[in-house]
């Protein structure tokens, strides 16, 4: 094995100019595999995140005629003491009561959410996102962005909503939150838990508890113990998985085209290697024969080409490897959007790194295997006659 190992090293040396040139296309493969799944992936935890990051991902919600939960501080108490906990992030009560804003021209319908700050900060990051003002107290309440900007309200105005049991309320404007997405800057005002029960008079009761969970992509599962686990009447576990097929069916499209794309890299590269050393058989076929005539066995013959096509994989596995990243890197820091920010971030998947090295290391070893079992069957009187 040594001495095959030290002929596959004289072979490469001798034609350096050729062997840089496989090494050179094994990496361009490698780097576009690697280039295009960590972009796809990139991708695809910014859609992610930009969807489903800041919002609930698991919701209890409520099946009763009034869409209320009624003891919702025990159930709260029983999710936090239950083992489920290890795969739940955060767990916020919400009470959501639809209202009018009838202190402008427009009388706009809005939702009126009411929260504990403490924890939806953990979902909807709230403090982060207070462009002016301050969290709302008792009677208060923070409005979206647009919303501000479309009624010219400011901050310390007073407004009045009706609620839909038809009451009035005076509620003072303590901030002005943009949450990045227009649609819930318009539509969603913000205030306490307390003031928005007063609001809906349902004192002591919410609609629903929002969760984020561990790993996103296990929501469904999570909602599905969680169903199991709590067993109370009215009420019902709803995920985001379930009410977003179609960002799903677009991730896993998303996938499959990257992993396509990535397959055929693959193939031509071994190919190449495969069609290049099969052509060094034939260039070093009087080499290869004098080394049998000297009584090499056909297997050493073989392994000499193994050990080509494995030096030349892992050549081309790392300079691919780093080429890929350089892509990477550079792509994010020049592909910027209107904010500054990069098009897609760059997440560094180390075991999809790892393993795109281990494929082009193994397409490489792969690839020699024929070039190699022509090199057996090469026998010293074939050469001799051939010349």
Same mark, same amino acid.
């Given at each position: 094995? +040594?001495?095959? #190992?030290?002929?596959?090293?004289?072979?490469?040396?001798?034609? +350096?100019?050729?062997?840089?040139?496989?090494?050179?296309?094994?990496?361009?493969?490698?780097? &576009?595999?690697?280039?295009?799944?960590?972009?796809?992936?990139?991708?695809?935890?910014?859609?992610?995140?930009?969807?489903?990051? !800041?919002?609930? @991902?698991?919701?209890?919600?409520? $099946?009763?005629?009034?869409?209320?939960?009624?003891?919702?501080?025990?159930?709260? @108490?029983?999710?936090?003491?239950?083992?489920?906990?290890?795969?739940?992030?955060?767990?916020?009560?919400?009470?959501?009561?639809?209202?009018?804003?009838?202190?402008?021209?427009?009388?706009?319908?809005?939702?009126?959410?009411?929260?504990? #700050?403490?924890?939806?900060?953990?979902?909807?990051?709230?403090?982060?996102?207070?462009?002016?003002?301050?969290?709302?107290?008792? /009677?208060?309440?923070?409005?979206?962005?647009?919303?501000?900007?479309?009624?010219?309200?400011? %901050?310390?105005?007073?407004?009045?909503?009706?609620?839909?049991?038809?009451? $009035?309320? @005076?509620?003072? %404007?303590?901030? =002005?939150?943009?949450?990045?997405?227009?649609?819930? !800057?318009?539509?969603?005002?913000?205030?306490?838990?307390?003031?928005?029960?007063?609001?809906?008079?349902?004192?002591?009761? %919410?609609?629903?508890?929002?969760?984020?969970?561990?790993? &996103? #992509?296990?929501?469904?599962?999570?909602?599905?113990?969680?169903?199991?686990?709590?067993?109370?009447?009215?009420?019902?576990?709803? !995920?985001? +998985?379930?009410? !977003?097929?179609?960002?799903?069916?677009?991730?896993?499209?998303?996938?499959?085209?990257?992993?396509?794309?990535?397959?055929?890299?693959?193939?031509?590269?071994?190919?190449? =290697?495969?069609? =290049?050393?099969?052509?060094?058989?034939?260039?070093?076929?009087?080499?290869?024969?004098?080394? +049998?005539?000297?009584?090499?066995?056909?297997?050493?013959?073989?392994?000499?080409?193994?050990?080509?096509?494995?030096?030349?994989?892992?050549?081309?596995?790392?300079?691919?490897?780093?080429?890929?990243?350089?892509?990477?890197?550079?792509? $994010?820091?020049?592909?910027?959007?209107?904010?500054?920010?990069?098009?897609?971030?760059?997440?560094? /998947?180390?075991? #999809?790194?790892?393993?795109?090295?281990?494929?082009?290391?193994?397409?490489?070893?792969?690839?020699?295997?024929?070039?190699?079992?022509?090199?057996?069957?090469?026998?010293?009187?074939?050469?001799?006659? /051939?010349?």
């Amino acid at each position: 094995m +040594k001495f095959a #190992f030290s002929v596959a090293m004289r072979f490469l040396l001798s034609s +350096k100019a050729q062997t840089l040139l496989i090494i050179l296309g094994i990496s361009i493969g490698v780097s &576009v595999q690697l280039f295009i799944g960590l972009l796809i992936q990139g991708l695809q935890i910014d859609l992610v995140d930009s969807t489903i990051g !800041n919002s609930s @991902q698991v919701t209890i919600i409520s $099946t009763r005629d009034d869409r209320t939960i009624m003891d919702w501080q025990e159930l709260i @108490q029983r999710l936090e003491e239950s083992a489920l906990m290890t795969d739940i992030t955060v767990v916020s009560p919400v009470l959501e009561s639809p209202v009018f804003i009838v202190s402008t021209e427009t009388s706009p319908s809005v939702i009126y959410r009411g929260l504990d #700050f403490d924890r939806a900060d953990a979902i909807y990051g709230i403090k982060d996102r207070v462009l002016q003002g301050s969290l709302p107290g008792r /009677n208060e309440v923070l409005i979206g962005k647009e919303l501000s900007e479309e009624l010219e309200l400011l %901050i310390g105005q007073t407004i009045t909503v009706l609620s839909s049991e038809g009451r $009035t309320h @005076q509620l003072v %404007i303590s901030g =002005i939150f943009d949450l990045r997405v227009a649609g819930l !800057n318009r539509s969603w005002v913000l205030g306490t838990l307390e003031t928005a029960q007063t609001i809906a008079e349902k004192e002591g009761r %919410i609609s629903a508890i929002e969760m984020q969970v561990l790993e &996103v #992509f296990d929501a469904d599962i999570i909602a599905a113990s969680l169903a199991g686990a709590i067993e109370v009447d009215g009420i019902r576990v709803d !995920n985001w +998985k379930d009410q !977003n097929q179609q960002l799903l069916s677009g991730l896993q499209g998303q996938s499959i085209s990257s992993l396509m794309i990535q397959v055929f890299v693959i193939i031509a590269v071994a190919l190449g =290697i495969s069609s =290049i050393l099969v052509i060094t058989v034939v260039q070093k076929s009087r080499q290869i024969g004098i080394l +049998k005539a000297m009584g090499v066995t056909d297997r050493t013959a073989s392994l000499v080409f193994l050990f080509e096509g494995a030096l030349i994989g892992i050549g081309g596995a790392i300079v691919g490897v780093l080429l890929g990243l350089g892509l990477s890197i550079a792509f $994010t820091t020049f592909a910027l959007g209107p904010d500054g920010e990069p098009v897609v971030g760059l997440y560094l /998947n180390y075991g #999809f790194i790892a393993l795109s090295g281990l494929i082009a290391f193994g397409a490489s070893v792969i690839a020699a295997v024929i070039p190699a079992r022509r090199s057996a069957r090469l026998t010293p009187v074939e050469v001799i006659r /051939n010349g």
